[in-house]
């Protein structure tokens, strides 16, 4: 334990270390998140995956409900193969129905279409949803799914990933790095772009209820189109967001923001980096996202139908930018941690109630946000709430366990035949934090 502490004090006074060596500002919203333990973030090139800018990459974090990128890979995939129809009918189970918010609330026994059942997880970050959902794809246990979904994980060379039940609520071993999660978000879009239109869903109305999709970047940023946030207590605030602009599109993963708002500021900056990077133009303010401005409210006939024109430039990284690649390779195979970061200082009462001091004017001006940073309310996606137990569960695993040393846990009896996952890195050890 004391060696855990003593290399957690060296990565934090590092990751400060290298805030200054870059310029980021002092004192702000920036530093504080990058000399957070629970930070992490990488932007990769969709088209020929190569890595961007990174930090932390590789070091073991809590997914949170990116989990749920998983759990909707299992669906899509279950799909294209037959097993599954967008009509098909999922019963909530009494297990499924007790998990704790963010859910829809549905009682046992109810049933909701597979397509409900996308959208709810892709905008409400329904917990009770994605627990009947891997009931449902492995025979009725949702541990058994989980053992699914990490070796599908695997399949994919996400080396490092763990999960352990389908929803992202806190679990010590549920395990996943930066790096994973862009890969993941990378092959939602290469293997399912008919599928990829639900992630830009910024809302849909379930049984008369509107259901907001969590991303705020979906009309914040120009060119965002999915795909996922996330937050528990040992987590901060996640996203994986996708962006194209001009033929490219990025992928960026941030774990470890202090509130949701910094976390998306955070995000646009690195965007913003990103697509400088591959030679793209910055894009005036504009106030709107044009890919989703005109999808809202959103149904689920509407999300269907804008499939094929959500696949158009996700395969063009375009072989006219190769040398922009090229020139910014040799930046990437720096380790991870080693490029400028420059994070988005959040505003407004959420900034004044900021534990971290900051100052307006270290923040640096960026152009190309379609608003001005809004106070939002804290976004509650696992039931981490300050009284649940979801919460304390959370707060006890502020350290996530690596990977690879996470032990294999017994599905239930009726599920021994499945074989137990591959201990993720294959025995490699991921740097902490």
Same mark, same amino acid.
């Given at each position: 334990?004391?060696?855990?502490?003593?290399?957690?004090?060296?990565?934090?006074?590092?990751?400060?270390?290298?805030?200054?060596?870059?310029?980021?500002?002092?004192?702000?919203?920036?530093?504080?998140?990058?000399? +957070?333990?629970?930070?992490?973030?990488?932007?990769?090139?969709?088209?020929?995956?190569?890595?961007?800018?990174?930090?932390?990459?590789?070091?073991?974090?809590?997914?949170?409900?990116?989990?749920?990128?998983?759990?909707?890979?299992?669906?899509?995939?279950?799909?294209?193969?037959?097993?599954?129809? &967008?009509?098909?009918?999922?019963?909530?189970?009494?297990?499924?129905?007790?998990?704790?918010?963010?859910?829809?609330?549905?009682?046992?026994?109810?049933?909701?279409?597979?397509?409900?059942?996308?959208?709810?997880?892709?905008?409400? +970050?329904?917990?009770?949803?994605?627990?009947?959902?891997?009931?449902?794809?492995?025979?009725?246990?949702?541990?058994?799914?989980?053992?699914?979904?990490?070796?599908?994980?695997?399949?994919?060379?996400?080396?490092?990933?763990?999960?352990?039940?389908?929803?992202?609520?806190?679990?010590?071993?549920?395990?996943?790095?930066?790096?994973?999660?862009?890969?993941?978000?990378?092959?939602?879009?290469?293997?399912?772009?008919?599928?990829?239109?639900?992630?830009?869903?910024?809302?849909?109305?379930?049984?008369?209820?509107?259901?907001?999709?969590?991303?705020?970047?979906?009309?914040?940023?120009?060119?965002?189109?999915?795909?996922?946030?996330?937050?528990?207590?040992?987590?901060?605030?996640? &996203?994986?967001? +996708?962006?194209?602009?001009?033929?490219?599109?990025?992928?960026?993963?941030?774990?470890?923001?202090?509130?949701?708002?910094?976390?998306?500021?955070?995000?646009?900056?690195?965007?913003?980096?990103?697509?400088?990077?591959?030679?793209?133009?910055?894009?005036?303010?504009?106030?709107?996202?044009?890919?989703?401005?005109?999808?809202?409210?959103?149904?689920?006939?509407?999300?269907?139908?804008?499939?094929?024109?959500?696949?158009?430039?996700?395969?063009?990284?375009?072989?006219?930018?190769?040398?922009?690649?090229?020139?910014?390779?040799?930046?990437?195979?720096?380790?991870? !941690?080693?490029?400028?970061?420059?994070?988005?200082?959040?505003?407004?009462?959420?900034?004044?109630?900021?534990?971290?001091?900051?100052?307006? +004017?270290?923040?640096?001006?960026?152009? !190309?946000?379609?608003?001005?940073?809004?106070?939002?309310?804290?976004?509650?996606?696992?039931?981490?709430?300050?009284?649940?137990?979801?919460?304390?569960?959370?707060?006890?695993?502020?350290?996530?366990?690596?990977?690879?040393?996470?032990?294999?846990?017994?599905?239930?009896?009726?599920?021994?035949?499945?074989?137990?996952?591959?201990?993720?890195?294959?025995?490699?050890?991921?740097?902490?934090?």
């Amino acid at each position: 334990m004391r060696f855990i502490r003593a290399a957690c004090r060296h990565g934090l006074a590092a990751a400060a270390a290298l805030a200054v060596a870059f310029g980021l500002p002092g004192g702000g919203s920036a530093r504080a998140q990058i000399g +957070s333990d629970r930070y992490a973030a990488i932007v990769v090139d969709a088209g020929s995956g190569t890595a961007l800018i990174a930090a932390h990459a590789d070091a073991p974090r809590h997914p949170a409900s990116l989990t749920k990128m998983m759990t909707l890979y299992m669906v899509f995939e279950a799909l294209r193969e037959g097993r599954l129809s &967008l009509s098909t009918p999922i019963t909530i189970s009494a297990e499924a129905a007790a998990r704790p918010p963010s859910k829809l609330g549905l009682p046992p026994g109810s049933r909701i279409t597979v397509e409900q059942a996308i959208l709810a997880l892709v905008t409400k +970050s329904a917990n009770d949803v994605a627990a009947a959902v891997g009931e449902h794809l492995s025979g009725g246990s949702e541990a058994r799914f989980a053992q699914m979904m990490t070796l599908r994980a695997r399949s994919l060379g996400m080396t490092r990933t763990t999960f352990r039940n389908a929803s992202g609520l806190p679990d010590p071993d549920q395990v996943t790095t930066a790096r994973d999660m862009a890969l993941l978000g990378r092959r939602l879009m290469h293997d399912f772009p008919e599928r990829f239109a639900y992630f830009s869903t910024p809302s849909f109305s379930f049984r008369g209820r509107p259901l907001r999709n969590h991303n705020r970047l979906l009309l914040e940023y120009e060119g965002v189109d999915g795909i996922k946030t996330g937050y528990v207590h040992a987590s901060g605030f996640n &996203l994986v967001a +996708s962006a194209r602009r001009d033929g490219v599109r990025l992928i960026a993963a941030v774990f470890g923001g202090a509130t949701g708002r910094e976390r998306d500021h955070h995000v646009m900056a690195l965007l913003d980096q990103g697509f400088a990077r591959m030679g793209v133009a910055e894009r005036p303010q504009t106030g709107t996202n044009s890919l989703v401005a005109g999808r809202l409210p959103q149904t689920m006939g509407a999300a269907r139908a804008a499939a094929a024109t959500q696949q158009r430039g996700g395969a063009r990284a375009s072989a006219a930018r190769a040398g922009v690649v090229r020139t910014t390779s040799a930046a990437a195979r720096r380790p991870a !941690g080693t490029r400028a970061i420059q994070a988005r200082r959040p505003s407004g009462p959420e900034a004044r109630a900021a534990a971290r001091p900051a100052t307006a +004017s270290a923040a640096p001006q960026r152009r !190309g946000t379609a608003r001005a940073a809004t106070p939002s309310r804290r976004q509650v996606e696992q039931g981490d709430t300050s009284s649940g137990t979801a919460a304390r569960a959370g707060a006890a695993t502020t350290r996530p366990r690596q990977a690879g040393a996470a032990p294999a846990r017994q599905a239930p009896a009726a599920t021994s035949a499945t074989p137990r996952p591959a201990q993720a890195g294959g025995g490699r050890s991921a740097p902490r934090g």
